[in-house]
């Protein structure tokens, strides 16, 4: 049974998911390799067409028409299977002596992006990306509503270094009954920013950058693509939007569509650089009532996975970064 | 040049080592095997003896006269040749229009921990462990008086999923300007804890661990190895010292003793149970003049790399671990 469990020190939460146990010989034994031919691949993938006995149910699906298209659907949410968090449970604290748990209550979704197994983002059609986005935002507002999630991030883990465990193109969403560690942090420390400086740092980076140019590897409208100062990891990589907005639940149709196209060129840009790296991409945004935060500031981080954080990473939360953003930035800008 | 950069919303502070940069195409290629007989692994390991001018600057050597072993010396700590932080630059502050720069100014080493390629700490003489652990403690109690430095970390990589670029038994100390995040927050929030309840949390998760038994891995007069309550990670394990402590500085004879005997054991005892998992080892310790803190509590922190965090852990800082300390414990305690 899943369930939360808090550090007393530091105060984050840990997710136990024991159903998912393993005796320690498991960790130990070489993963399959995905099946070589083509058919062999659909055949055992449970997310492509003709395999929906795999899955869990249905959430939300987009159908298609189009004749070409024989699934029928173009994209679809589902339950996750393995989830971390369950569905069905109640919300409730124990305690086990000088500890507090958590009932393991929340939602872990899929997001399946599409019927055809090995058409990722860089290369779907732009209306199928945007589409893409809509889901998300419709996953994320259904959810938002509930009062008993405290957060929900949107993810997508892409390639063998990004803990991904399925190659047909997908995506998740985990909403959690606590706030978790990084997104308090990030929230109190923009609030923080706020009180000294009277403006949202997101924004003040936004405007900063602009005039810089040093570290800007794409733009529209709406969006600013950029290799942050203070980037962890080398190729680090956010997607803001320039009009202030504390949740992704806000975007509105203008945005939507400029968010699916500079998506899609950052990804490219990604993949045609780094030759398709594994990536974890996230959305950062917080939920109602803080939704109207004048210093929270929603985006998307993409974190290449090129190198192994090590003990000084894992020890004291400090990264180490061997590309300078700036390096990362001109390398990015000029890889079309 | 090593610089650190300071993200303007969370406060915490990046390493830039833009002297190890990389182009695109670096991260692409596929790293050298190491060389398949032990003769050309000796000749090529920058740690094995006769290679001695392949490495930095020697800081401390322990000898041995001991006729058997030719190198003539049994523990070493130098200069790490490709350090993240700059030993011999000034420590000055500066900024880029929103952003703070602090110079890359620090302590890099490197404890090449015995001349013999290919026995690790578990396979060691106890009496060789013993001298480690006393280097650690030379080495960490030399840098705890330099005034600009504000943190030191020894880890040690064990293993080709743990970050290592060489395989010879070493060790890392890693001396910062600053404090960083996790360390903050860890020292924070013991500060906090101790506010609340009068007592150290760690002295208390001590005391509730030995009566409830469940997740001890292994113990001593002086240590405890335990599975902690909340575990980030599937089979992370710390050894705590049972007398309250908050720098390892403050190490006595006796305790230097038992925790070579229990970092041995336990160290076995994840080898045998996990078939040589790599693992990243680091020292949990704050410096002067917080060392006489009465909430925080020095111990070693180990991480098995046995799977890969995605785009949720990195996202969020919330972990999702598929294992219950409980049953880790149980594993391990049982694995001679």
Tied chains: 1, 2.
Aim: hydrophobic share 35%; charged share 25%.
């Amino acid at each position: 049974m899943q369930e939360l469990r808090k550090n007393i020190i530091t105060r984050e939460w840990v997710i136990i998911a024991k159903d998912r146990g393993k005796r320690p010989d498991d960790f130990c034994k070489i993963q399959d390799k995905e099946p070589k031919s083509r058919e062999e691949i659909i055949k055992s993938c449970p997310f492509c067409p003709g395999n929906e006995g795999m899955i869990n149910d249905e959430i939300l699906v987009l159908k298609d028409t189009n004749s070409a298209n024989y699934a029928g659907w173009s994209i679809k949410a589902v339950q996750n299977k393995y989830p971390a968090l369950l569905n069905n449970i109640e919300f409730k604290k124990s305690s086990e002596g000088i500890y507090y748990i958590f009932a393991g209550a929340g939602k872990h979704e899929v997001i399946i992006e599409s019927p055809d197994h090995f058409t990722d983002i860089p290369f779907m059609p732009p209306e199928h990306v945007k589409n893409l986005i809509s889901v998300y935002y419709q996953r994320y507002s259904a959810l938002m509503t509930e009062k008993q999630l405290k957060h929900i991030v949107i993810f997508r883990n892409h390639g063998p270094s990004a803990g991904t465990s399925l190659l047909h193109p997908h995506s998740q969403l985990i909403a959690t009954p606590v706030i978790p560690k990084e997104v308090f942090l990030d929230s109190e420390g923009s609030e923080l920013y706020y009180e000294y400086e009277e403006a949202c740092p997101y924004c003040k980076i936004i405007e900063f950058e602009d005039q810089s140019g040093d570290r800007i590897v794409c733009e529209n409208d709406s969006f600013i693509t950029i290799n942050p100062f203070f980037s962890r990891f080398s190729y680090e990589t956010w997607i803001l939007p320039r009009r202030h907005n504390a949740s992704f639940s806000q975007i509105n149709l203008k945005e939507t569509e400029d968010l699916s196209k500079i998506l899609q060129e950052t990804l490219l840009r990604l993949y045609n650089c780094l030759k398709d790296p594994s990536y974890n991409l996230t959305l950062h945004s917080i939920m109602a009532p803080e939704w109207q935060s004048k210093s929270y500031h929603w985006h998307f981080q993409i974190i290449p996975r090129l190198t192994t954080p090590a003990g000084f990473e894992l020890g004291t939360g400090m990264y180490i970064n061997t590309t300078a953003p700036e390096d990362a930035a001109k390398y990015l800008a000029s890889a079309q």
